[in-house]
């Protein structure tokens, strides 16, 4: 498996514009998580899907944020109208259902620059 | 709220020596305790966790943790650096039976390493 994989790498977008982020999860994991990781406040969590049902979004900034997951296999990050302060590094990150065994695996992330 | 604090923003090293990141945490309840590492432009990846059992970890790179119930700690120590240890390290918890991906984090520790 090639891994989590996020499009784009880089996105530089200008304050007002509708931004959207992709992830590709695991095959066969069933959670998955955007992060958001910036200078002054670290990594948190902004949303988490298991079986492509939101779980828990308490962690999304505002109304302008919001995530889909359509099926297993794609979920989009969008924010609009972007803001300067929404540049960061985006994550996101799929796992199995617990066990021992395993462990969540992040993608490279999106670095979101809003001008 | 479940939160973590690592005390070290950034630590400097030389080669050889040795190293420990301190991590605490608070929360009432059992939790899961990790630490991830991030290279330089690269995304996280898991170093070590502790679940239950032994309370001191080993993880890949020759990195190991211990956990202490009774200081909420779980600090991370390497007896010998390398410059390819230089990173950002973060240490994170969720609780017990949650997703391994649900995970809270502390701001990140970063290494510089000189050679």
């Known amino acids: 498996d090639a891994g989590v994989i996020q499009s784009p790498r880089h996105e530089v977008t200008e304050m007002g514009q509708e931004v959207t982020l992709r992830c590709k999860p695991i095959?066969?994991?069933?959670?998955l998580f955007w992060y958001r990781q910036t200078m002054m406040r670290g990594l948190e969590l902004l949303i988490y899907?298991?079986?492509?049902?939101?779980?828990?979004d308490s962690g999304m900034p505002e109304d302008r944020f919001s995530a889909k997951m359509p099926n297993a296999s794609f979920s989009t990050l969008k924010i609009q109208p972007s803001e300067p302060r929404d540049s960061a590094v985006y994550f996101c990150a799929s796992s199995e259902a617990f066990r021992l065994n395993t462990e969540a695996f992040f993608g490279q992330g999106t670095r979101l620059t809003v001008v | 709220a479940q939160s973590v604090s690592q005390h070290n923003h950034h630590v400097i090293l030389s080669e050889a020596a040795s190293l420990e990141l301190g991590c605490n945490y608070s929360y009432g309840g059992t939790v899961n305790l990790f630490w991830y590492v991030q290279y330089p432009g690269q995304h996280l990846q898991l170093l070590l966790k502790y679940f239950s059992g032994d309370p001191l970890v080993k993880g890949i790179k020759g990195f190991e943790a211990e956990f202490i119930k009774s200081k909420f700690s779980f600090n991370l120590r390497k007896p010998s650096v390398q410059w390819s240890d230089t990173a950002e390290y973060f240490c994170a918890v969720n609780e017990d039976g949650g997703s391994q991906g649900n995970l809270i984090f502390g701001k990140g520790t970063k290494l510089s390493v000189k050679p």
């Open positions: 899907f298991n079986n492509n049902v939101p779980i828990d």
């Open positions: 095959s066969g994991h069933d959670y």
